[in-house]
């Protein structure tokens, strides 16, 4: 039998069954492999005692017939969501030492179906940013290296979360996506990442970014994994008003389903100048791979696809600067130690509390939303954003699923693009137009680029049907030859 | 991504000026030195660039969209349904005075 580290969840689930090894057994294999990869900082809070309780639990529940769908399978968790107990940062310093008083309902969800907890995951700072580099605990280091030996981002914001599972410390990990923060990651480090769709997932008791584009999704090393994971933490919940009531599907069953039939889109307006090479090739790959396994390929166009970025770093710094404002040193996290009176212990209290691209982005987005620049910017790019939910819309009459590339390039050394924050956004170019529709997409390992960095391929699905998302998502996987663990 | 772009197009150098910066940080609430302002203008202004190309859309008679979730947002019975554990919301303050959060003095 291979590592416990290297099992796929699917796999540990079978190994629990058979007795071939226990909870307990799963979850010291991955604490030592927490303890041994500390090196990539990719935890903000360690929490092997909770694991070791939780997975004890576990094992007694499974003597008893009862198995959820996730029944002692040792996962990281991104520090966004409020854990009852365990400090939660969102990795900023503003947030140090906080101890939320209650559950997210997502990890409530996780936990109710058997998981267990290693830690809460480092990321970019109230996942603002593209590399895990805006964390106040420090850079993640992705377990990939390139040939030059120069430390890799492992991709943001949920670089923490994407390292550990590529580094086989957790067999999956939460994240959360508002702007590709999922799928970025994944495509950086060779792994799988899926965004549900907007609504499918409770947002209740996640620390918000942009209420209207922050979606929780899940991490692992295949597509099957995901689908598993992401069954076990969705679902309606009446404390998020945009959680939508729809049944969750059998995910972990129909995901294998055969894509035959099937029409896939390619948009040509993703063919951005600049493009690398081997990027465009790996595209045409994939497509190559879903027609052989029985799909159309169809060419589609999304007009406003290069409006998205502009009208992404508008809708989202805005709602950051509304929903940061709850920081203010009163309630809840860090307070300045001296002012002269209120108004000053709010303006030092965030200055000391908030790291220089959060900072930035309340900035914009308090300007855009001042006084004389709501119509001009904040209503102007909800209107864009509203013609490009309506390109989607049009491009799934002709359609089940679109690929495209996850980013524009392979994982890029820590430091670099940090000169220009334009830079650094366009990481983003495939993964934004997305979110603003609210739809699901998933990241998959298909290639490697000339220096052997992973690459992954985008895989888009209408509102509501990820399990198409999934099957397309398999179908790349089973082609692709990079399928990790068993 | 070579600068060449057509994403990167419609980057001019378009201004928030210093005063403009130093009215925004303090509506949001951050306090930021002079130094610090020379720091941040540049960067913000080339974020301000990035997103006025947005201008060139056509947006004549397009409704803004503000939630892709096409939910009605549901009404509840406005009835208390949660609290009564001041402690524990308490637990996390800076400061607490009485079972209450603790600010400066706000009156003379």
Not at chain 1, 125 to 136: E, H, L, V
């Amino acid at each position: 039998m291979s590592k416990l580290t290297d099992l796929t969840i699917a796999g540990a689930l079978e190994g629990l069954k058979n007795k071939d090894f226990s909870a307990v057994e799963l979850t010291e294999a991955h604490i030592k492999a927490m303890d041994d990869a500390k090196a990539l900082n990719a935890f903000i809070t360690d929490t092997p005692e909770i694991a070791r309780a939780q997975a004890a639990a576990s094992d007694a529940k499974r003597t008893n017939g009862e198995v959820g769908l996730l029944e002692g399978i040792p996962i990281a968790v991104k520090d966004l969501f409020c854990t009852k107990g365990v400090q939660t940062t969102s990795a900023s310093h503003i947030l140090e030492g906080f101890v939320p008083e209650y559950e997210s309902s997502v990890t409530a969800n996780m936990f109710a179906q058997g998981a267990v907890m290693l830690g809460k995951a480092n990321m970019d700072q109230f996942a603002m940013g593209s590399a895990n580099t805006t964390s106040y605990f420090g850079n993640v280091i992705s377990p990939i290296k390139r040939d030059d030996g120069a430390d890799l981002t492992p991709g943001g914001s949920s670089g923490g979360s994407t390292a550990a599972v590529a580094a086989n410390i957790s067999m999956g990990a939460l994240g959360s996506d508002t702007g590709g923060s999922i799928r970025q990651p994944a495509s950086f480090c060779g792994i799988v990442g899926m965004k549900p769709t907007y609504g499918r997932c409770s947002r209740w008791g996640m620390v918000a970014f942009a209420s209207s584009l922050d979606q929780a999704g899940t991490l692992a090393r295949t597509v099957e994994d995901n689908a598993i994971m992401l069954q076990a933490i969705a679902g309606y919940d009446a404390k998020d008003s945009t959680s939508a009531n729809h049944a969750v599907p059998d995910w972990s069953n129909s995901f294998k389903g055969d894509i035959k039939g099937m029409k896939i889109g390619i948009p040509k307006e993703y063919i951005v100048d600049g493009m690398p090479e081997e990027i465009k090739k790996l595209w045409e790959q994939g497509a190559a791979w879903l027609k052989d396994a029985g799909a159309k390929i169809v060419d589609i166009s999304l007009p406003h696809t290069k409006y998205a970025l502009p009208t992404y770093y508008i809708i989202a710094p805005a709602e950051a600067s509304s929903n940061l404002a709850r920081y203010d040193g009163v309630r809840y996290g860090h307070r300045a130690a001296e002012f002269e009176d209120l108004t000053e212990m709010y303006e030092k209290t965030r200055a000391e509390g908030f790291g220089d691209e959060v900072k930035r982005r309340i900035m914009i987005g308090t300007y855009v939303l001042s006084a004389g620049y709501y119509d001009a910017y904040y209503i102007k790019a909800q209107r864009v954003r509203r013609k490009i939910y309506d390109d989607f819309t049009q491009a799934f009459t002709q359609c089940d699923a679109i690929l495209t590339p996850t980013a524009p390039s392979a994982a890029f050394a820590i430091g670099e693009n940090e000169d220009d924050p334009i830079k650094m956004y366009l990481n983003d170019v495939f993964t934004v137009p997305a979110s603003l529709a609210g739809i699901p997409g998933i990241s998959v390992p298909a290639g490697l680029d000339s220096q052997g960095l992973p690459l992954g391929l985008q895989v888009l699905g209408k509102p509501w049907d990820e399990e198409t998302v999934f099957k397309v998502g398999h179908a790349i996987e089973n082609a692709s030859g990079l399928k990790r663990g068993a | 991504m070579s600068p060449q772009s057509p994403i990167l197009k419609g980057i001019t150098n378009m201004s928030m000026d210093k005063n403009t910066v130093k009215r925004v940080a303090h509506l949001s609430r951050i306090a930021v030195s002079d130094a610090q302002i020379e720091e941040i203008m540049p960067r913000l202004n080339k974020i301000m660039g990035f997103i006025e190309q947005l201008s060139e859309v056509d947006t004549e008679n397009v409704e803004p969209l503000a939630n892709v979730a096409n939910i009605k947002l549901k009404m509840r019975e406005d009835v208390v349904n949660d609290g009564g554990y001041p402690a524990e919301i308490l637990k996390n303050a800076p400061e607490e005075t009485q079972g209450f959060f603790g600010v400066p003095n706000v009156v003379e």
